[in-house]
């Protein structure tokens, strides 16, 4: 008999409590029916197509109804009399949770910048699939949504697709998709499961960045490897250099002819890209020769050239018998030329100086001259020749005044006079020839003081020292470039037109500090160009570092040292094997929460070392969050073109406590003995515990991590709920064990049923 046929609902006295259920697959739940009509023939579930037993002595009658079938139906039903009888069906939903949710793609886990990459959530065994939703996720953040359309209540496999187009931002992104059901308005909404995390791997060309549209540099002291310039790609580019069309080696130092425009390329398997760099090359004035000697005609007009080539360009002096002329160019012209002479040039910029020396010779085609005959009277340094010098040693730099005195205790001589290449004072017959002043033009001039006596010829020499200033120094390294940890290199100081060098010394600076001092050995008094070595094994700490070398003179024990100038910084760049530093022995996580690449662990080297992480010798997702499945020791590895480090990490998972066994509820009658066992896995180890109402026949017993609850002689007061907490500092979980009495009913035989 139908029942809903003849029974209308505004007669159905039966109701349900709850009147529908919702639940994972194999859950038990208990039903009440409740009649409100207390006179009817009897009451009895029916379970698919099993009818239970007839009750006709209650208003209400309890059910334990398993969701253990697929297309599982329950309804309770009452018979009102012989002919009318009414149901009430329980409205039932059975959601299976997935076996595995895991995304792909179809271009093998690398895609290529601009192109649609279409991601697949495949979801597998799941039901209910009419409610069944997938939020997919971009990192953090939710971009889509979709709910399945069709409708079953057996597992079945299902996929939800998302198209997106990754740009170089998106590389090393994550997506995962977060399966979702949605079961009504009056049901929660559950989320399953979410898959593992997709990390995209994005190709894209490269793109320089930071190359300065100018540039500019000391000669031999840069190479374009030194510049900002970097790029940025995937797969990582080659980066190549151009000049004037050609390739260039990028770690080779530029010299001043090779000034101009720069390109730099990067390329890889995707595309390329430039950038240019106008790179100007400073360095010292310099000249093609220190002395020049020049011919005119009497009378006629003649231009000088200094010829001295600079960057930045040099400014020009002139000077003639000592004095500045009012000339500030390259050339210099002289009208009506008379006499012989010589002109000075001097060329200065930021990074240097130098002299240059042009002797005019007059040419007169007139004059045929015949020499004379010379009678000189030869005279001597004599130890006892009666003349006085103040002062009798001196020390100047060439060009600078030096005033001297020379005299004589009686007037007894036929005349005094000085002789320098610079300046002749003329014959005196006074005691003293006063205030001869010598501006020093040759670092080899020798200025003295000449006497006639009556039997001879005598003069004395002054002990002059002349020095001159280098025109330039340098601190350098032969092999130019970058040097390598541990190896050995010369570094070398140049001086430049420097005299004397007996007495010069080189102090030479690491830093702040004083590592060598050396003293040239030889005895030139003429400008020469000297250099010292200085061996340096550099370590990492020495990158960035820098030398300079001091130029000292020490001029005798009268004369005061002299420090005459310090060389430019020279800034060592070492490159050194990668050091892993900062990386625990032992680090401990939350699951989920946590990812190798948060580790503290850095590397220093240079070139800049690659990083990669391995677990159990695969090569890993350092950013990929883990579970704890995933514990245990990680290595990480730093490798760049001096070598490679290794590190180590124990790395212990932690995570909310798990029980072994679900929710489950037990059936005695009065008077069974029954047990309930409960342990729990977690990270750190949790601590288990059992609420419920204590009684008398009730007995908690501990074994390992197992508590166990023991119930003698099952009573009424005993059916109920008994909790199992399991707690850890992570969170806690709770297990609900339900004890359920058998009830006896009476049962009535009517119209041939019980």
């Not at 329950?74 to 329980?90: Q, V």
Request: glycine share 6%.
């Amino acid at each position: 008999m139908d029942a809903d046929a003849t029974c209308p609902t505004e007669l159905n006295p039966l109701t349900l409590d709850p009147p529908e259920l919702i639940g994972e697959y194999g859950e038990s739940f208990l039903v009440n029916c409740t009649s409100s009509d207390n006179y009817h023939e009897g009451m009895y579930w029916k379970i698919g197509n099993t009818d239970n037993d007839m009750e006709d002595e209650n208003n209400f009658i309890p059910q334990w109804v398993s969701l253990s079938d697929w297309d599982m139906k329950a309804e309770c039903r009452i018979k009102l009399n012989d002919s009318f009888e009414c149901s009430r069906g329980l409205e039932i939903t059975i959601y299976k949770r997935p076996d595995f949710v895991s995304i792909s793609e179809l271009h093998n886990g690398v895609t290529v910048e601009g192109e649609v990459l279409t991601l697949t959530c495949h979801i597998t065994h799941v039901v209910p699939v009419e409610g069944l939703g997938v939020k997919w996720y971009h990192g953090n953040e939710s971009i889509q949504t979709e709910i399945y359309s069709n409708t079953g209540v057996t597992p079945v496999n299902v996929s939800f697709s998302l198209g997106f187009q990754p740009g170089r931002v998106d590389n090393g992104t994550s997506f995962r998709c977060e399966v979702e059901l949605h079961l009504g308005p009056k049901a929660p909404e559950l989320i399953l499961t979410s898959s593992p995390h997709y990390i995209v791997v994005v190709h894209y060309e490269p793109l320089i960045h930071g190359c300065p549209d100018h540039y500019t540099s000391m000669e031999k002291e840069f190479s374009v490897d030194m510049l900002s310039c970097r790029a940025d790609g995937n797969p990582p580019p080659n980066i190549q250099w151009f000049y004037q069309g050609k390739r260039i080696n990028a770690s080779e130092p530029l010299s001043r002819t090779q000034a101009g425009i720069y390109t730099v390329q990067a390329v890889n398997s995707i595309g390329s890209s430039i950038a240019s760099v106008h790179i100007t090359i400073e360095y010292a004035p310099d000249l093609k020769s220190n002395t020049e000697d020049v011919f005119v005609h009497v009378g006629n007009d003649v231009t000088l050239n200094c010829g001295a080539e600079g960057s930045p360009s040099p400014i020009f002096s002139w000077k003639h018998d000592g004095e500045n002329l009012p000339e500030f160019t390259d050339n210099f012209t002289i009208t009506g030329v008379m006499t012989s002479t010589t002109y000075t040039c001097r060329a200065i910029n930021i990074l240097g100086i130098v002299t240059k020396k042009i002797h005019v010779h007059v040419i007169d085609d007139s004059v045929t001259s015949t020499p004379a005959t010379i009678v000189i009277h030869e005279a001597s340094v004599q130890a006892d020749c009666p003349l006085i010098l103040l002062p009798i040693e001196a020390v100047v730099r060439l060009g600078d005044p030096v005033s001297l005195n020379c005299s004589k205790p009686a007037t007894n001589h036929s005349g005094m006079r000085w002789e320098a290449t610079s300046r002749d004072t003329g014959l005196r017959t006074l005691p003293t020839v006063p205030g001869m002043i010598t501006n020093p033009q040759e670092s080899t001039e020798e200025p003295n003081c000449y006497v006639i006596l009556k039997d001879n010829q005598c003069f004395k020499i002054p002990n002059i020292i002349i020095y001159n200033s280098p025109y330039n120094e340098s601190a350098s390294a032969f092999a130019q470039g970058v040097m390598v940890e541990g190896m050995e290199y010369l570094l070398s100081c140049d001086i430049v037109h420097m005299a004397p060098v007996q007495g010069l010394g080189v102090k030479w600076y690491h830093g702040n500090e004083t590592i060598h001092t050396e003293t040239y050995n030889y005895t030139d008094v003429t400008p020469v160009n000297a250099s010292f070595s200085l061996g340096f094994q550099p370590g990492r700490d020495d990158n960035g570092t820098s030398f300079r070398c001091e130029v000292e003179l020490h001029l005798g024990p009268k004369a005061p040292q002299l420090i005459l100038t310090p060389s430019r910084y020279y800034t060592v760049v070492v490159y050194y094997k990668p050091l892993i530093q900062g990386c625990p022995d032992h680090y401990t996580s939350m699951e989920k929460e946590f990812s190798v690449d948060m580790l503290s662990c850095r590397a220093d080297g240079n070139p800049p070392p690659n990083i990669q992480w391995f677990y159990q010798g695969k090569r890993i997702n350092a950013s990929e969050p883990l579970s704890r499945t995933q514990a245990g020791i990680y290595t990480v590895q730093a490798v760049n073109s001096i070598g490679s480090s290794n590190a180590t990490v124990h790395i212990t998972t932690k995570y909310v406590p798990v029980f072994k066994m679900g929710n489950y509820t037990v059936e005695v009658a009065p008077g069974e003995n029954v047990s309930f066992n409960c342990s729990a896995e977690g990270n750190p180890t949790p601590e288990v515990h059992w609420d419920y109402t204590s009684a008398a026949n009730v007995m908690e017993t501990t074994r390992g991590r197992q508590k166990s609850l023991s119930v003698t002689g099952a009573t009424s007061t005993n059916a109920g709920v008994y909790l199992c907490v399991a707690t850890n500092e992570v969170g806690n979980v709770t297990r609900v064990v339900t004890l359920v009495m058998k009830v006896h009913l009476k049962r009535s035989k009517k119209n041939g049923r019980y």
